[in-house]
């Protein structure tokens, strides 16, 4: 009866308004929210929103290492407000460090900043479906706008950043979509059947015994097959380990020893005692050991595992892959977790006697109960994903050239060193980029999480 | 097995192996329902009844659990004499819900919380008759009309949480009813509701019963529930069927001491109304099942207890009589009472 009052009282409002309720009071996450907002529109149309093509520069004349344009709302002789406009630039060494210094060149006339000019000579797409040239901005030829500076080959870095946004924004929700089905599946599996171990193996011994059919004989010769395959690999690899190592050591003999043991289980797998796994314990021993060794370092052996000159487009999907199989983990622990303490729920003991599959166990009364820890920790697992990928970008490990990311344009701004920093400190707004956008999608993920906490709930 | 039967269990054996050592849940229970009949299921918590029902359905989990021993004949819709033991699951799944179907005793948390009623009442009727879901959903107005649910159409549409208890338990009736199941398995379906409310469902029950001519295997506790809606009941006591008759000798002539003693226990308003008041408790506690008493497993809590005789020897089910079933070594000598101390 205790329950009758709170269940009358919030009858008019369904959960997903209480929710979207309880997820406003939180001011932060709807800020983080808006931000990512304007962040992705601005990484949907990024043709639009930047002023040039992230990889468009002009040999002559030179603009590499060109400071921010400076901007003037005054006209410099009468002193009266003017429509915005900037001036061209003349390129000088400066004579000490042969770094380029900038001086605008007012002989050439002022270039007023315009609205929705159209660029025919840099054509951009859409999600690769429309075509455009219409920018937000731009100066006619030969000025030119460089919002937040260019490179060191005379790329627009605004550009570029916006570009660059492409890829670091959605890197981090792709690769949360691979952690998200990895997670799911296995978390799910290792939940369902924990404490039910399959058995891998049908020894010589119970072969014989009665009412053992055809079908049974047949797994029982591809399992051991199997086994027998990887009994071969283990002595193969100790035989090699014991080539290469040169002169017997401790370390021989352990590894000697440890690879009798592993044969012996299994041949005793073969001949009279079943291998029994549980998947559970598979899966989450596999967590463990992933979560014990640090996830930048791990990300770095795994990319290492292929050659560091792959084709661009490839890395990218490479680089998505890896960061989503980083972060799986967590999630598989989540939902295994609900899963277990689902599966006891007696609506599930109602479904299976009415006839209802495993699978449509799993799928239909069992991961559904997993959707808010999963939409949570989705959230929460994003920004992980973009701070690896401008990782992996910044070793030059991750995207390169032709494609752009912030991470990328933070490599490309310590390729100067120090001075670099000190001469042309306008490389570093990426960073000031990356900070943004984690923050905005870590009180995001807070958001959801009060939300959908009934004990935050008044 | 004989025409008119439709589930014939003999020397049903369950054993859970856990790290503690193995529980013997069942250990040789024997029973058999007849068709359009109710066989109710009596005995403390822990004596096995549950764990019987969820074997007939084969949802022992397992590990720990395992069917070790005995069969389990049943009659399927389409007249097969089938082995429930030995079928395999992907047959079992074809059964359930189909030819047996299961109500449980918390409707509470029964129910699927993220789903509507109509959601829940049609998987059934979509597993099992192939049916288009909007097909289903109309079917399943039909048995929430049948169940006495007013507003049937409006209703499946609700989520559990909009329903009360009773409403709910008809709902997992009308879910367990919906493929017209030859044999429904009622595992205390009314524990958990308030008397009236009670009533009401036993009442549903008997009234579909004859509508649809099914049988019932109704497990309880509460022996007022077995007056009113059983034909033969089967006694549980540690895992064993102690006694078993029709209805009328088990409550008027009762041969096993654990069955009187559960009679006895029962208030009885017409004995207070006469200032008879003679309520007893059986002494002592259900035994732990890990370490069960040798000899006839009652014998530490039984007043008729003779040493030497029910301590060592187990006792075997004996016919009395009008397949009057007993497990007493002494029931004969209860009954006439001669060489009983009391
Ligand atoms: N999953 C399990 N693991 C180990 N032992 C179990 C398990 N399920 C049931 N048992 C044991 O089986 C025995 C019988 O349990 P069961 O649930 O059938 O009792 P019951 O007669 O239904 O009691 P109640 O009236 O309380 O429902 C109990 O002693 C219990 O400890
Ligand atoms: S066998 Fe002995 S202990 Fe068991 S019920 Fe009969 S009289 Fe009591
Ligand atoms: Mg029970």
């Given at each position: 009866?205790?329950?009758?009052?709170?269940?009358?009282?919030?009858?008019?409002?369904?959960?997903s308004?209480?929710i979207?309720?309880?997820?406003r009071?939180?001011?932060?996450?709807?800020?983080g929210?808006?931000?990512?907002?304007?962040?992705?529109?601005?990484?949907l149309?990024?043709?639009?929103?930047?002023?040039?093509?992230?990889?468009?520069?002009?040999?002559?004349?030179p603009?590499?290492?060109h400071?921010?344009?400076?901007?003037?709302?005054?006209?410099?002789?009468?002193g009266?407000?003017?429509?915005?406009?900037?001036?061209?630039?003349?390129?000088?060494?400066?004579e000490?460090?042969?770094?380029?210094?900038?001086?605008?060149?007012?002989?050439?006339?002022?270039?007023?900043?315009?609205?929705?000019?159209?660029?025919?000579?840099?054509?951009?797409?859409?999600?690769?479906?429309?075509?455009?040239?219409?920018?937000?901005?731009?100066?006619?030829?030969?000025g030119?706008?460089?919002?937040m500076?260019?490179?060191?080959?005379?790329r627009?870095?605004?550009?570029?950043?916006?570009?660059?946004?492409?890829?670091?924004?959605?890197?981090?929700i792709?690769?949360?979509?691979?952690?998200?089905?990895?997670?799911?599946?296995?978390?799910?599996?290792?939940?369902f059947?924990?404490?039910?171990?399959?058995?891998?193996?049908?020894?010589?011994?119970?072969?014989?015994?009665?009412?053992?059919?055809?079908?049974?004989?047949l797994?029982?010769?591809?399992?051991?097959?199997?086994?027998?395959?990887?009994i071969?690999?283990?002595?193969?690899?100790?035989?090699?380990?014991?080539?290469?190592?040169?002169?017997?050591?401790?370390?021989?003999?352990?590894v000697?020893?440890?690879?009798a043991?592993?044969?012996?289980?299994?041949?005793?797998?073969?001949?009279?005692?079943?291998?029994?796994?549980?998947?559970?314990?598979v899966?989450?021993?596999?967590?463990?050991?992933?979560?014990?060794?640090?996830?930048?370092?791990?990300?770095?052996?795994?990319?290492?595992?292929f050659?560091?000159?792959?084709?661009?487009?490839?890395?990218?999907?490479?680089?998505?892959?890896?960061?989503?199989?980083?972060?799986?983990?967590?999630?598989?622990?989540?939902?295994?977790?609900?899963?277990?303490?689902?599966?006891?729920?007696?609506?599930?003991?109602?479904?299976?006697?009415?006839?209802?599959?495993?699978?449509?166990?799993?799928?239909?009364?069992?991961?559904?109960?997993?959707?808010?820890?999963?939409?949570?920790?989705?959230?929460?697992?994003?920004?992980?994903?973009?701070?690896?990928?401008?990782?992996?970008?910044?070793?030059?490990?991750?995207?390169?050239?032709?494609?752009?990311?912030?991470?990328?344009?933070?490599?490309?701004?310590?390729?100067?060193?120090?001075?670099?920093?000190?001469?042309?400190?306008?490389?570093?707004?990426?960073?000031?980029?990356?900070v943004?956008?984690?923050?905005?999608?870590?009180?995001?993920?807070?958001?959801?999480?009060?939300?959908?906490?009934?004990?935050?709930?008044? | 097995?004989?025409?008119?039967?439709?589930?014939?269990?003999?020397?049903?054996?369950?054993?859970?192996?856990?790290?503690?050592?193995?529980?013997?849940?069942?250990?040789?229970?024997?029973f058999?329902?007849?068709?359009?009949?109710?066989?109710?299921?009596?005995?403390?918590?822990?004596?096995?009844?549950?764990?019987?029902?969820?074997?007939?359905?084969?949802?022992?989990?397992?590990?720990?659990?395992?069917?070790?021993?005995?069969?389990?004949?049943?009659?399927?819709?389409?007249?097969?004499?089938?082995?429930?033991?030995?079928?395999?699951?992907?047959?079992?799944?074809?059964?359930?819900?189909?030819?047996?179907?299961?109500?449980?005793?918390?409707?509470?948390t029964?129910?699927?919380?993220?789903?509507?009623?109509?959601?829940?009442?049609?998987?059934?009727?979509?597993l099992?008759?192939?049916?288009?879901?909007?097909?289903?959903?109309?079917?399943?107005?039909?048995?929430?009309?049948?169940?006495?649910?007013?507003?049937?159409?409006?209703?499946?549409?609700?989520?559990?949480?909009?329903?009360?208890g009773?409403?709910?338990?008809?709902?997992?009736?009308?879910?367990?009813?919906?493929?017209?199941?030859s044999?429904?398995?009622?595992?205390?379906?009314?524990?958990?509701?308030?008397?009236?409310?009670?009533a009401?469902?036993?009442?549903?029950?008997?009234?579909?019963?004859?509508?649809?001519?099914?049988?019932?295997?109704?497990?309880?506790?509460?022996?007022?529930?077995?007056?009113?809606?059983?034909d033969?009941?089967v006694?549980?006591?540690?895992?064993r069927?102690?006694?078993?008759?029709?209805?009328?000798?088990?409550?008027?002539?009762?041969?096993?001491?654990?069955?009187?003693?559960?009679?006895?226990?029962?208030?009885?308003?017409?004995?207070?109304?006469e200032?008879?008041?003679?309520?007893?408790?059986?002494p002592?506690?259900?035994?732990?099942?890990?370490?069960?008493?040798?000899?006839?497993?009652?014998?530490?809590?039984?007043?008729?207890?003779?040493?030497?005789?029910?301590?060592?020897?187990?006792?075997?089910l004996?016919?009395?009589?009008?397949?009057?079933?007993?497990?007493?070594?002494?029931?004969?000598?209860?009954?006439?009472?001669?060489?009983?101390?009391?």
């Amino acid at each position: 009866m205790a329950q009758a009052t709170p269940r009358t009282l919030s009858a008019s409002r369904t959960r997903s308004q209480v929710i979207w309720a309880q997820f406003r009071k939180h001011r932060l996450a709807v800020w983080g929210a808006r931000i990512l907002l304007v962040l992705y529109t601005m990484a949907l149309f990024a043709g639009f929103f930047s002023t040039y093509d992230a990889n468009y520069y002009e040999t002559y004349p030179p603009s590499n290492n060109h400071p921010p344009s400076k901007i003037h709302f005054r006209d410099p002789d009468t002193g009266a407000w003017s429509r915005p406009f900037v001036y061209a630039t003349k390129r000088t060494l400066d004579e000490l460090t042969l770094q380029p210094r900038y001086i605008e060149d007012k002989s050439q006339g002022k270039f007023y900043i315009h609205f929705f000019v159209r660029t025919p000579d840099q054509p951009y797409t859409i999600l690769r479906l429309f075509r455009g040239d219409l920018r937000l901005l731009g100066v006619d030829k030969p000025g030119r706008l460089f919002l937040m500076g260019t490179d060191n080959f005379g790329r627009d870095l605004w550009s570029r950043i916006v570009y660059g946004s492409q890829v670091s924004l959605t890197i981090g929700i792709l690769a949360s979509i691979v952690s998200f089905i990895l997670g799911l599946a296995l978390g799910g599996v290792a939940g369902f059947y924990s404490g039910r171990p399959a058995t891998m193996s049908l020894p010589l011994t119970h072969l014989f015994q009665p009412g053992v059919g055809a079908r049974a004989w047949l797994g029982a010769a591809v399992s051991t097959l199997l086994w027998l395959a990887i009994i071969a690999g283990i002595i193969a690899i100790t035989v090699q380990f014991l080539q290469v190592t040169h002169g017997f050591s401790l370390l021989s003999l352990i590894v000697v020893a440890l690879a009798a043991w592993a044969v012996w289980g299994i041949a005793r797998g073969l001949l009279w005692k079943p291998i029994r796994i549980d998947p559970d314990d598979v899966i989450m021993r596999s967590v463990e050991i992933q979560s014990a060794i640090p996830d930048l370092f791990l990300l770095i052996t795994l990319r290492a595992i292929f050659p560091p000159s792959i084709d661009a487009l490839f890395s990218f999907y490479l680089i998505t892959v890896l960061l989503g199989f980083i972060g799986w983990g967590g999630l598989a622990r989540i939902v295994r977790g609900t899963v277990l303490s689902t599966r006891e729920q007696d609506y599930v003991t109602a479904a299976q006697a009415l006839g209802a599959s495993d699978r449509r166990i799993i799928a239909h009364h069992i991961l559904p109960a997993t959707a808010t820890y999963v939409i949570i920790s989705l959230s929460l697992a994003v920004p992980g994903a973009i701070l690896g990928e401008s990782g992996l970008s910044f070793l030059g490990l991750g995207i390169r050239d032709p494609y752009v990311s912030w991470g990328l344009l933070l490599q490309s701004a310590q390729e100067g060193g120090f001075a670099s920093f000190t001469d042309r400190p306008w490389v570093l707004i990426p960073g000031f980029f990356i900070v943004l956008a984690i923050v905005a999608w870590n009180f995001l993920g807070d958001g959801l999480r009060d939300a959908f906490d009934p004990r935050k709930r008044q | 097995m004989d025409d008119k039967r439709l589930v014939e269990v003999s020397d049903l054996k369950v054993h859970f192996f856990t790290d503690d050592g193995v529980v013997k849940a069942v250990d040789g229970v024997s029973f058999h329902i007849d068709k359009g009949e109710t066989l109710a299921v009596v005995g403390e918590s822990g004596s096995g009844k549950s764990v019987t029902s969820l074997a007939m359905m084969r949802l022992i989990p397992n590990p720990p659990g395992k069917i070790v021993g005995g069969s389990m004949l049943f009659r399927g819709k389409d007249g097969k004499v089938k082995d429930l033991v030995k079928e395999d699951e992907a047959s079992m799944r074809k059964i359930r819900g189909n030819d047996i179907a299961m109500i449980f005793q918390e409707p509470m948390t029964s129910l699927n919380p993220v789903y509507t009623i109509g959601d829940q009442i049609s998987e059934a009727i979509v597993l099992h008759q192939g049916k288009s879901k909007k097909e289903a959903l109309e079917q399943s107005a039909e048995m929430l009309d049948l169940v006495g649910i007013p507003e049937p159409k409006k209703r499946l549409s609700n989520y559990p949480h909009q329903m009360s208890g009773g409403m709910r338990q008809r709902v997992m009736i009308a879910m367990a009813l919906s493929c017209n199941p030859s044999l429904l398995i009622a595992d205390e379906p009314t524990t958990a509701l308030d008397v009236t409310i009670q009533a009401q469902i036993l009442e549903l029950m008997e009234k579909l019963q004859k509508e649809i001519g099914m049988s019932i295997l109704f497990i309880t506790h509460n022996l007022g529930v077995v007056a009113e809606m059983a034909d033969r009941v089967v006694v549980m006591y540690a895992g064993r069927a102690v006694e078993e008759a029709d209805v009328t000798p088990i409550f008027k002539s009762p041969l096993h001491p654990y069955t009187m003693g559960l009679l006895n226990s029962v208030p009885r308003l017409d004995l207070a109304a006469e200032g008879k008041i003679r309520l007893e408790a059986i002494p002592g506690n259900v035994p732990n099942p890990l370490w069960l008493p040798s000899g006839c497993a009652f014998h530490p809590r039984c007043k008729y207890m003779q040493e030497g005789r029910c301590t060592t020897d187990v006792p075997v089910l004996e016919d009395a009589g009008n397949g009057h079933m007993v497990r007493c070594v002494r029931w004969s000598e209860i009954q006439t009472g001669e060489g009983v101390k009391v």
